[in-house]
């Protein structure tokens, strides 16, 4: 890989960050973080060294669903601000030299917004055929099924019109009919709206659901369905989830993106490997970046994940870039998944593999999830299936910033409960601990934009067994980079029988380990990963 000569795009030597809009920074004291709050916390991001910044949705909304139902697509949720504050972000994101990413959600809308309105008005109504609506079966019962993802049948009833609605979502997130030509011109004129405007891509939600099986076929029981799943899994989606009709709307939707200049799409879709590459594109170009949720529906095990990385890098298609994500606001975060000291490996992890990072605000100081009492939970996912610990409330908590009153996110009561250790663990303690996450992030975002080998170099595969996994990342006329990494809690031994090298630790989960030189061999502690910068090395072939 001729790094030295090839010109590379923002997204690919770049890191992206995701805010939760509402936890991440409150500027009036009302407990929701707001756009202004972003403002405050830019010199923040920028001092931590990410290129994009991605907001969870900040449209106008009933908040059935904290913004993902969305009833005007064009507009500002006035609790997060006005449009001229979002001007103000954006101009302020590019003044700082980085870029401002927005979800987009075209699966579904609102139930109130005026779309959905004019649709089940009546039978007849020009709107009617936006969103999805079938007639029940010769009993009453829904046309097929199909099960949402927040628990239930996905079809509802409505009185007034005599027919059944299809929502893959909440019964308030009712789904739009991208069989239907004017839905999908009017979503690019959204898309046109916020790109004319400078936003510089757009995270699109729920991708794999936006087109349906024509024929509305039953979905085939899942035979590894186990109680403690949610109920959407007692099905495989096969008929209501990633039809092949999907990429010729992510392409359209693409060349939109294409008449501005180095505008990204990211796409939200939960596939194995071999279905989510396809969402790059074949003969068309499709999605930028699918998203990779390896490293999140994983188990933590070193030969699973090496195996998976090497699928991933050898499914890829030719000149499409990689990308890996750690948690988002849908998932537990990774450190309530692996614990502490693991989760610092999984940063040396998720920063030196190849490809674009995605980051969820708050992992860079070890946030983690916090329990929030059955009276308390908001999110609609742990109403609906209450007992079984699906609320997305404990991963979605403010910001810890400081020691002060709600960590410094709010003058008011925050609208979730703030993690009761926040008083050490938070921005502002662990911007000056060498032993601290912030510290490790810091060092490793650095390095990265530092070296080209790092920032997109090839991957190398090295070694991996029942505790480790270690490779190498390479660019052509610069310094390569080994990295080890143990997934275990004791001590496990690198002595590869494959390479030869000498070489200096430049950054390490255990910081008194930093500068030694190593040679051929290294003995790791439990929860140590380290990248040495090599000096010289042959072999790994």
């Not at 080209?452 to 052509?476: C, H, N, T, W």
Request: one cysteine or more; proline letters at 7%; glycine letters at 8%.
């Amino acid at each position: 890989m001729e790094t030295n000569q090839k010109q590379y795009l923002w997204w690919q030597d770049g890191i992206i960050y995701q805010v939760y809009p509402r936890s991440y920074q409150d500027s009036n004291g009302d407990g929701i973080g707001d756009l202004r709050g972003v403002i405050e916390r830019l010199d923040y991001l920028k001092w931590l060294g990410v290129r994009a910044v991605w907001l969870s949705p900040i449209y106008p909304s009933p908040m059935a669903d904290f913004g993902y139902d969305i009833s005007d697509y064009t507009g500002i949720w006035p609790t997060f601000g006005t449009m001229g504050d979002f001007d103000e972000l954006l101009r302020l994101v590019h003044e700082a030299g980085m870029k401002l990413i927005l979800d987009l959600v075209p699966n579904h809308s609102s139930d109130e917004h005026p779309w959905f309105i004019e649709s089940r008005s009546s039978r007849n109504n020009p709107k009617r055929d936006w969103y999805i609506w079938k007639d029940a079966k010769s009993d009453g019962s829904p046309p097929n099924n199909w099960l949402s993802v927040f628990g239930g049948s996905a079809w509802q009833w409505d009185e007034k019109t005599g027919q059944y609605y299809y929502h893959a979502f909440l019964v308030k997130q009712p789904d739009l009919n991208w069989r239907n030509p004017e839905v999908e011109k009017a979503m690019h004129e959204v898309m046109r709206f916020w790109l004319d405007k400078g936003v510089d891509g757009f995270r699109v939600d729920a991708m794999w659901h936006m087109v349906k099986d024509a024929q509305w076929r039953d979905n085939p029981r899942n035979p590894d369905y186990q109680d403690w799943m949610g109920t959407y899994e007692q099905l495989l989606p096969v008929y209501s989830t990633d039809q092949p009709e999907m990429h010729g709307i992510v392409a359209r939707m693409r060349k939109v993106l294409d008449e501005y200049d180095q505008r990204l799409m990211i796409a939200e879709i939960y596939l194995p490997v071999h279905k989510l590459v396809a969402y790059y594109g074949s003969h068309e170009k499709e999605a930028h970046l699918p998203f990779n949720f390896i490293l999140i529906t994983l188990a933590w095990d070193p030969r699973l994940i090496a195996a998976a990385i090497d699928e991933y890098e050898g499914a890829l298609p030719a000149g499409d870039w990689p990308n890996w994500v750690f948690g988002n606001h849908d998932n537990p975060r990774i450190t309530s998944r692996v614990g502490g000291q693991q989760s610092k490996v999984a940063a040396v992890l998720l920063l030196t593999l190849r490809g674009t990072p995605t980051m969820y605000y708050g992992d860079e100081i070890g946030m983690r999830d916090v329990p929030i009492p059955a009276n308390e939970v908001k999110d609609p996912q742990g109403l609906n299936m209450p007992g079984k610990n699906l609320s997305r409330d404990p991963e979605r908590t403010p910001m810890q910033w400081d020691g002060s009153d709600n960590a410094g996110f709010s003058a008011g009561d925050p609208w979730l409960r703030i993690d009761r250790t926040y008083h050490r663990r938070n921005v502002q303690v662990q911007s000056t601990d060498v032993y601290s996450f912030l510290r490790l992030y810091k060092q490793l975002i650095g390095l990265r934009q530092q070296e080209p080998s790092l920032m997109v170099g090839a991957y190398r595969p090295v070694f991996s067994d029942k505790q480790m996994i270690a490779y190498i990342r390479e660019a052509e006329g610069h310094p390569a980079f080994l990295i080890v990494l143990n997934l275990s809690h004791r001590p496990c031994y690198f002595t590869p029988a494959s390479i030869r090298f000498t070489g200096v630790i430049l950054i390490d989960t255990l910081p008194e380990q930093e500068q030694v030189s190593v040679r051929d061999s290294i003995d790791l502690f439990g929860d140590e990963g380290m990248v040495i910068k090599l000096d010289a090395w042959e072999g790994a072939s």
